[in-house]
């Protein structure tokens, strides 16, 4: 990736790749940045695209204010993290397939604030529930684990797989016993996405 067309063609590429993810979330924007070796991109996710199939991206999560208490803790959402989760998943094994890599993928993940606070949050399940357990920091630890690149770009399952061990270990901290929405066998629990269908392929 030394020349522009390089880039664009590889981040044309990429575009397509994410667009098959579970979730319509990954819409990485042009222009395609300079870099040594690598596409960089803005939008959402923002990012860099690696020659040697390496990925990194950055997405916003969905932290609010409470608007019974504007002084408290935000609230993080958890159902969308999952989703969008899974979908980074997808769009990182793809690049990596895409480029000729091979073998097991690692991956690692954190949660960070624009703010830099270590204020607590309120962990919520969905945008419909009202309880929520005491607040909790953000995870300070990223959540790390491997999982094979081939068939984590190729089954849907396989990536479901591999978010839900991500999110189970980045989550742990703040007491959830469990994913949402996400399940260890790879299956996306539908009948708890009230509200949530538009976003879901």
Do not use: C
């Not at 040697?52 to 609230?75: C, E, V, W």
Request: proline share 6%.
């Amino acid at each position: 990736m030394t020349t522009r067309v390089d880039r664009d063609a590889a981040f044309d590429r990429f575009v397509k790749l994410a667009g098959n993810g579970v979730t319509t979330n990954v819409q990485p924007a042009r222009p395609v940045l300079v870099g040594r070796r690598q596409v960089r991109f803005e939008g959402v996710p923002t990012g860099q695209l690696h020659q040697d199939g390496s990925f990194y991206a950055a997405m916003p999560i969905n932290l609010q204010s409470d608007h019974t208490n504007d002084d408290g803790p935000k609230r993080l959402f958890q159902r969308g993290l999952e989703l969008d989760l899974v979908a980074l998943v997808q769009a990182a094994a793809a690049w990596a397939a895409e480029t000729g890599s091979a073998g097991d993928l690692m991956l690692s993940v954190a949660l960070h604030r624009f703010d830099d606070s270590d204020k607590p949050v309120h962990l919520i399940v969905s945008e419909h529930a009202f309880h929520h357990g005491p607040a909790t920091p953000i995870p300070a630890v990223p959540a790390q684990t491997t999982g094979d690149l081939s068939a984590i770009a190729t089954d849907q399952r396989e990536a479901v797989v591999v978010a839900y061990a991500l999110v189970s270990d980045l989550l742990a901290d703040m007491g959830a016993h469990e994913p949402h929405v996400l399940t260890p066998e790879g299956k996306i629990l539908i009948d708890r996405l009230k509200g949530f269908q538009h976003s879901v392929r």
